[in-house]
């Protein structure tokens, strides 16, 4: 489907996020998915970051299901034109509205599918951690502290709210963790908003058909999407599943242990769950997020949940 053949008047906006800015487009039979972005929305990924999008999807077909690229066009910010991502409709439910239906057996199901989704990413090496700024996917430097010890006294006055011990115990979470973290030293691709609404699944099979949503994919720690498919769901044959398959394709670093891929995960996590609670009146995923991490830091532990 091209731009041209779109009448923008029609498009429906499409459930599940809070953007606002993805629609469904029909022309005939054919069903498209339409992304307005504004030149510059991401500073990070240069005036044009849905050409990142595109080229992200280029490189990862046949190797995960993302969309096809239909047409691609630049906006233009002097003229306060958006620019246009189109591609094509993928079949399927959203994870979020499948995964809480499901007994032990569909979720060891579902989750070994989801681990070996997140070993396909994972092993998409980069030659350093950083935003991708263009096209080209060329890796930039993200702007700011770079370790989550740094990072926590950064937003600690977003946390004013919080106790003076709550905070401190975010402060030696957040040491404990990225001393977790330096264990592992490769950088590879990263979805970084892999959250059950973002795959789409087959209700039946349980196969996932599609993963979408790339905005803010990045280079990064191999360990930081996992962290995000066990944030919320935490019942054993779920997270059996999906470590145990991660780890069957991927390995661990020398002397680490089942155990030791789930505290890396959690510890990957908390840079998305601080991004979260500081944004927590955004909408339902970051009230949870913010909601976990405060569990996190009044019990100072990575693995605690909230009540």
Known sequence: MAVTDLDLASLEPL???WSGRTFLARVGDQRSVVRIVAPGADPHRGEHPHEVDAALMHLLRGLVPVPEVEEVR???????????????????????????????????????????LLARLGGVPQPAEGPFVDAALRVGRWEGPDDLSALVEHHDPDLAHWSEDERAGL???????????????RVCLVHSDFDPKNWLVDAITLEIT??????????GHPFCDLGNALRFERHPAWVEAVVGTYLDRLGLPAGSSHEGAVE???AADLLALLDLATRRHDNPVTERGHDRLHAIAARRDLHAVDT
């Open 15 to 17: 459930e599940g996020g």
């Open 74 to 116: 630049r906006g233009d910010a002097a003229a306060g034109t958006p620019g246009l991502l189109v591609t094509s409709w993928l079949p399927g439910e959203r994870g979020d509205l499948v995964v809480p239906e499901l007994d032990a057996v569909g979720l060891g199901r579902l989750g070994e599918r989801v681990g070996m």
């Open 171 to 185: 402060a030696e979470v957040a040491s404990h963790a990225q001393d977790v973290l330096d264990r592992v030293t």
């Open 210 to 219: 599609g993963l979408i949503d790339w905005d803010h994919a990045h280079a």
């Open 264 to 266: 890396l995960a959690r």
